[in-house]
């Protein structure tokens, strides 16, 4: 028996693979096993091909493997193009309409299952997704009242006789399969799983739920790839909140409706990618200037320009960090978890309040789109922090304002919302005095700079390094940042049976930089690999310039869409030994 394996099927977008992997990886959710998953898919409706890939465990993972071990197939492109993969004596169920052939040189075995026929042959082409999951379900040995269960949940909307159908699909791929594999494989045995139902989520969905959680009622946003999905859950789950959705006519109109909003007092956020940033940053600098809470998720994808709408990329950094206009403060914070989505959309609703503040929440797309197991969300745990909001402004004299941009000790200027009894000021995108009346002294002006920038000296959030530091004096420090948490402790694994003797820094706050926090562990280290998914090493830059030790520092780089496999990290940092 295994404690892991890995399953992909492929096709064209459109046909069926998408309900394909979600039934198949729901049943296997049920019996309690680790899940973590990656898609591929073309950057259009319908046509081009795609293919979703599972890896299966009976203990946590946060990395897809770098081969595989079953794959569907309902063309040969899918052959084709992902049957590299398969380790030796894989397996490869495909659709025998297209007289499957397997590549010269792959070692797998290959069954030819009438896949097409039988689903044309129960009323519709369309259930051929449920009679290619039967048949490799049924190779894993798994029971089928379990997957039937998940059928059941995906279609029973569209009542009985639908269910009836796809059930039929399942058991007739699954007997055609065990017929010719002679029963199930031994060698793709799964060991038993804890039985323990774990949430099985994309980053996306996290990031929705914990926006909720931290008390948000509205989102303004516009679609766009690989952001839509946050827009699309929180459709349906805020009107039961009292809440709303509402969908802008473009990116500008959205972050200027969140800023409104949140002026207003409606904790408010927008979502988008890396063009939709590029549009927002004017008005980025707008919140920065009156001082207004605004959130922004960026979801990371290939640039630039439309560049790879639907490839992994992390080269949105340094426009997150720099992208507005003159000095404003803000904090950048990248989840590196599908825990992380979740709680770190409480912190940043609370820290923009608290600070007042744009916080931008950068993930990348595999964390966004790639579906994980995680453990459930500790709901007590949450406390809402809105900072120096006052309910009742101070008694002020005759024609006096409230001093919305007062001069503080700590830089945080008491806030009230509008129409509140004594809290007239002024709100405006120039320069202006501690009443908000536009003002262009000298002396003022850099007194409000420094008030502005000086406000988040010391910030620290929660976890903003994760640190995994075994070694005092380590042959490797190997730092990263959002998805690619998991691909490195795999390649630390390696690394270690080798005799090379690692520690592992995600960094969680990317500005302002923890450049103390961090340069302790930059001084034990020999060497120091920066892994990120861009072609100019942003990440390692912002080391650079605030820690120093560019000497010691090593870039690995991958900007060709694809996430890192654990192979090419571990590859890369055998060589530096």
């Not at 940033?277 to 630039?304: F, H, Y």
Request: hydrophobic share 40%.
């Amino acid at each position: 028996m295994i404690s892991q394996l890995s399953w992909k099927i492929g096709g064209q977008q459109g046909e069926g693979v998408e309900s394909t992997d979600r039934i198949f990886s729901t049943a296997l959710n049920r019996l309690g096993y680790y899940l973590y998953g990656y898609r591929h898919f073309s950057s259009r409706i319908k046509g081009g091909h795609t293919n979703n890939k599972i890896r299966i465990s009976t203990y946590p993972i946060r990395a897809i493997s770098d081969d595989l071990d079953i794959l569907v197939a309902f063309d040969q492109e899918s052959i084709d193009l992902n049957a590299k993969e398969l380790r030796s004596g894989g397996v490869i169920v495909a659709d025998a309409k297209f007289n499957p052939v397997v590549p010269e040189g792959i070692d797998a075995r290959l069954f030819a299952v009438p896949i097409t026929a039988m689903a044309e042959e129960l009323g519709t082409s369309l259930m051929k997704n449920m009679v290619a999951s039967g048949a490799s379900w049924a190779l894993l040995g798994l029971p089928l009242e379990v997957f039937n269960k998940a059928v059941e949940e995906e279609f029973g909307r569209k009542g009985a006789a639908v269910v009836e159908k796809n059930i039929e699909a399942v058991k007739q791929g699954a007997e055609f399969v065990l017929e010719q594999a002679g029963g199930p494989l031994n060698e793709f045995k799964l060991e038993e799983a804890d039985g323990r139902q774990k949430l099985f989520m994309i980053g996306n969905e996290a990031i929705g739920l914990g926006s909720l959680a931290a008390g948000c009622r509205l989102m303004s946003a516009y679609p766009i790839t690989p952001a839509s999905e946050i827009m699309e859950y929180l459709i349906k789950k805020l009107p039961a909140l009292g809440g709303t959705v509402v969908q802008t006519e473009d990116e500008i109109a959205a972050v200027t409706m969140a800023i409104g909003a949140n002026y207003a007092g409606v904790r408010t956020m927008t979502a988008s990618a890396g063009p939709g940033l590029s549009l927002m940053m004017e008005a980025i600098g707008l919140a920065g200037m009156t001082e207004t809470p605004l959130v922004i998720v960026d979801t990371q994808r290939g640039g630039p320009s439309t560049g790879l709408p639907t490839k992994q990329e992390q080269s949105d950094l340094n426009a997150m960090v720099y992208g507005t206009h003159g000095e404003i403060p803000k904090i950048v914070i990248a989840p590196a978890s599908i825990e992380d989505c979740f709680y770190d959309m409480i912190e940043a609703f609370n820290l923009s309040e608290q600070y007042q503040v744009p916080v931008i929440v950068m993930t990348d797309l595999q964390l966004s789109l790639g579906k994980q197991s995680c453990e459930p969300f500790d709901f007590q745990s949450i406390q809402i922090n809105r900072g120096k909001l006052l309910q009742e402004a101070p008694e002020l004299e005759a024609q006096q304002l409230f001093k919305r941009y007062e001069l503080t000790e700590d830089g945080v200027s008491p806030r009230v919302l509008p129409g509140a009894k004594n809290g007239i000021h002024h709100v405006t995108g120039v320069e202006h005095d501690e009443t908000g009346r536009p003002s262009e002294s000298a002396v003022n002006r850099q007194n409000m700079m420094d008030k502005r920038l000086n406000k988040l000296n010391g910030l620290q959030i929660r976890d903003g390094l994760r640190i995994d530091a075994a070694n005092d004096t380590p042959d490797l420090l190997i730092i990263g940042m959002g998805s690619t948490g998991g691909t490195i402790d795999q390649a630390r694994e390696w690394l270690a049976n080798d005799g090379i003797t690692s520690n592992h820094i995600t960094i969680r706050q990317i500005h302002p930089f923890p450049t103390e926090q961090l340069i302790p562990h930059l001084q034990q280290a020999k060497k120091v690999v920066v892994i990120e998914n861009n072609a100019t090493a942003q990440l390692a830059g912002q080391i650079k310039m605030h820690a120093g030790f560019a000497e010691k520092i090593r870039n690995l780089l991958k900007y060709d869409g694809n996430p890192f496999l654990p192979s090419e990290v571990y590859k890369a940092c055998k060589e530096l030994d």
